[in-house]
């Protein structure tokens, strides 16, 4: 997946600039400490042009996780999404991720920070993990928790923990990790939140020790549309390896089936689960044009 090329285009507070000719600053807080805060946001090709899923509650999030960590937030929500939007026009991209930054000013010390930046940036995004199921272990690593970190921010910083599981999980022959909690509950993927099936039910762990995902709360607006019975509880590892079926969703992973966690296979064909059933409407949902927003 290439990112960058000599025609890319990024925002950077208030301008469009090449994102060859773009720096940063060596001391800055956000390098250092990773004292910053982000969004995974996704743009599809609907039959009303590119339009971005969700656009308003990820930059409404973005301000909350700035608030969380004490980072200013100077910029209008509205007109971060008309900026977006010149973005893909810029870079003329129809199914794209975008990632908004918002990172602090140079400061080598542990305060709050008092000037900050945004940076808006895109790229064209595969289909994730395409039309295979993956294959899970259950990680090592602890989700952070909660009392040490706000769980609602996404923070830089934070995401290391993601990467730590993601990597030891491809290095014990999984596609990807799952995470428990402090007290040993199940928490999430590394950059997703996960349903288990039981019975034609779906389960999901409550909030609390948990991100609290946007794709998340979509799948649940789909069970209650559906008619499908969400249940929201702890789950432990047990509950998972006698499960039906799971999948992971996320902006940037959507609804991907699970096959297995350790050792343990899931009975049920992927396209018989209601999991199969969440993907394919989630699909039709993206690309409806009553679900978004466009500022002009």
Not at 43 to 71: D, I, P, W
Not at 130 to 145: A, D, M, R
Not at 227 to 237: A, G
Request: contains cysteine; glycine residues 6%; proline residues 4%.
């Amino acid at each position: 997946m290439k990112y960058v090329n000599s025609n890319t285009v990024l925002y950077l507070n208030g301008k469009f600039q090449k994102a060859a000719n773009s720096t940063a600053e060596i001391y800055e807080q956000s390098l250092h400490y990773g004292y910053a805060v982000f969004e995974g946001i996704r743009a599809y090709q609907t039959h009303n042009g590119t339009r971005v899923f969700k656009a308003r509650e990820h930059f409404e999030r973005l301000k909350r996780s700035a608030e969380l960590v004490n980072l200013p937030f100077p910029w209008e929500v509205s007109d971060l999404i008309k900026q977006t939007y010149k973005l893909l026009q810029l870079n003329n991209l129809k199914d794209a991720y975008i990632r908004p930054l918002v990172y602090c000013a140079p400061n080598m010390s542990m305060v709050a920070a008092t000037e900050v930046s945004i940076m808006i940036c895109a790229w064209e995004w595969d289909a994730y993990p395409g039309n295979e199921q993956l294959k899970v272990g259950v990680s090592s690593y602890e989700s952070p928790n909660p009392k040490s970190f706000p769980i609602a921010a996404k923070v830089t910083g934070n995401d290391g923990n993601s990467t730590l599981a993601t990597i030891e999980a491809k290095r014990n022959g999984f596609d990807e990790a799952l995470l428990l909690d402090m007290d040993g509950n199940i928490a999430a993927g590394p950059a997703s939140n996960i349903f288990i099936e039981k019975n034609g039910k779906l389960y999901t762990p409550q909030l609390g020790n948990i991100f609290p995902g946007i794709t998340r709360a979509t799948v649940i607006e789909l069970c209650h549309i559906l008619d499908i019975e969400i249940i929201e509880k702890h789950l432990t590892v047990a509950d998972v390896k006698h499960a039906d079926s799971a999948f992971f969703c996320g902006t940037a992973t959507e609804i991907a089936g699970i096959a297995s966690v350790d050792e343990y296979q899931f009975p049920i064909r992927w396209n018989d689960s209601v999991g199969a059933t969440i993907q394919r409407t989630y699909k039709c949902l993206v690309l409806e044009k009553q679900n978004y927003e466009v500022i002009i």
